[in-house]
């Protein structure tokens, strides 16, 4: 996308900072930035107010990625009936979290809780490769997208009642969509998405 509007549109000037969404929502606040592309999960929503107009991309469940031989032992991808009893399952592991952004382990916590403990949070990552590393490791188990290229090694467990999916949104400050430049980005996210 941004090559084409490179080419297309001269005159729109796009520059790409990456942060986590807290962070980009204060620079989004701070009128640093015009655009934010942010996530979230079902399970643990951003709150960010009126002054932020927010429109959804897409989203995509998530699971626990666990050893592929301790997921064979709950039955596979389809043998666990519930997020709770799959992290009832691994209680006793260490758990891995995410190093930038406490939403992961917010989730965690959350499903812990329904099924009765607190996960031991021993790990914190920000990079999905380095979470498989340490599941294939041992040394823990941790939330990874569903449509993750496979590993016969790791299985993701999908996590249902509840139900977690991450959301990926375009949010801009109040009133702002309508410059023809941020309109003109936001017609092709919309369009990607």
């Known amino acids: 996308m941004i090559g084409e509007l490179a080419e297309h549109h001269p005159g729109v000037s796009i520059e790409v900072l990456e942060h986590e969404p807290e962070e980009a929502?204060?620079?989004?606040?701070?009128?640093?930035?015009?655009?934010?592309?942010?996530?979230?999960?079902?399970?643990?929503?951003?709150?960010v107010g009126t002054a932020v107009e927010t429109r959804p991309l897409w989203s995509t469940p998530w699971g626990l990625g666990v050893r592929s031989e301790e997921a064979k032992a709950l039955g596979g991808k389809?043998?666990?009936?519930?997020a709770a009893t799959i992290f009832t399952a691994f209680g006793k592991h260490h758990w891995i979290g995410n190093s930038r952004n406490i939403a992961d382990e917010t989730v965690l916590r959350i499903i812990a809780s329904i099924a009765?403990?607190?996960p031991d949070m021993r790990h914190q990552s920000d990079s999905l490769d380095l979470v498989e590393e340490l599941i294939l490791a041992r040394l823990g188990v941790g939330l990874l997208p569903m449509?993750?290229?496979?590993?016969?090694?790791?299985?993701?467990?999908?996590l249902h009642h509840p139900d977690l999916r991450l959301r990926a949104y375009a949010r801009t400050r109040s009133g702002h969509s309508g410059w023809p430049a941020l309109a003109l980005v936001l017609e092709r996210l919309g369009r990607k998405a």
């Open 78 to 82: 389809d043998g666990a009936a519930d």
């Open 116 to 118: 009765g403990f607190e």
């Open 25 to 47: 929502l204060r620079l989004l606040a701070a009128d640093e930035v015009a655009l934010a592309l942010t996530y979230d999960y079902n399970l643990a929503p951003h709150a």
């Open 147 to 158: 449509d993750r290229p496979a590993c016969s090694v790791i299985t993701i467990l999908p």
